[in-house]
């Protein structure tokens, strides 16, 4: 798992957001199969048909995926992130996050799967960004350009860690207090969502790409998002038939337990 995240942190370094957060919905066809020949967790059909949905996608996302453009110095980065669009996203994102805590956690946080996944989608496109930042940072200081002495480059250290903090908190609130197959697929499409929308407005990803090419990008995504669907909702159906089937032994056996009572009864 380790060695994965290390990964992931440099993908998000030399590839654009828009490119690397769609494709972890790989990592969701590698678990349906291994799951399949080790955990005996039979894949039907439509797990099948998921997971084709997800390669179809993942091929057109990196097919029509834009070129990154690095920044050549954290105070690159900083102008970026100092645009008044993407400053009106973080105070959008932040105003949200702090209404969902303040107000719609204590009313319906037990209730409303969207309150704690709401606080954890808008805190990872606020994470992903903040680590592209610092990852590009250590880039670049691996290359000979020293940031580690810039201002910067400790801010977006610090709301990285604030933000994979909280992100945590409410997602492990989320996992304890709703079912699992419920909570991935809605958590994937939107950390995934926001995450894209945050990365286009940031660094501005499809700048340059023809109309043809985001449309198709945007398609591929909408596939992967079907299949990771698709994948889940199967697997809740296999849980839920799994759990019956207990229900009904445990019925019948104490049914027998019943039975037997009354023939060995001394009244019978």
Known sequence: MTFGEIANFVAYVYAPAVLVTPLGALSIIISAVLAHFLLDEKLRKM??????????????????????????SVDEIWKLAMQPAFLLY???????????????????????????????????????????????????????????WYLETWFFVMVATICVVMQMIYLNKALDTFNAAIVSPIYYVMFTTLTIVASAIMFKDWNGQNTESIASGVCGFITVLTGTVILHATREEEQASSSGRMRWQDSGKSFDEEHLTSLYSPEY
């Open 47 to 72: 797990g099948v048909w998921g997971c084709v949905c997800c390669i179809v996608g993942s091929v057109m996302i990196v097919i029509h995926a834009p070129q990154e453009q690095t920044p050549n």
């Open 90 to 148: 973080v105070a959008i994102s932040m105003s949200i996050v702090l209404a969902l805590i303040l107000y719609c956690e204590p009313l319906c946080g037990q209730t409303n799967v969207l309150v704690y996944i709401g606080i954890c989608s808008l805190m990872g496109s606020l994470t992903v960004m903040s680590i592209k930042a610092v990852g590009i940072a250590i880039k670049l200081t691996l290359e000979g350009i020293n940031q580690i």
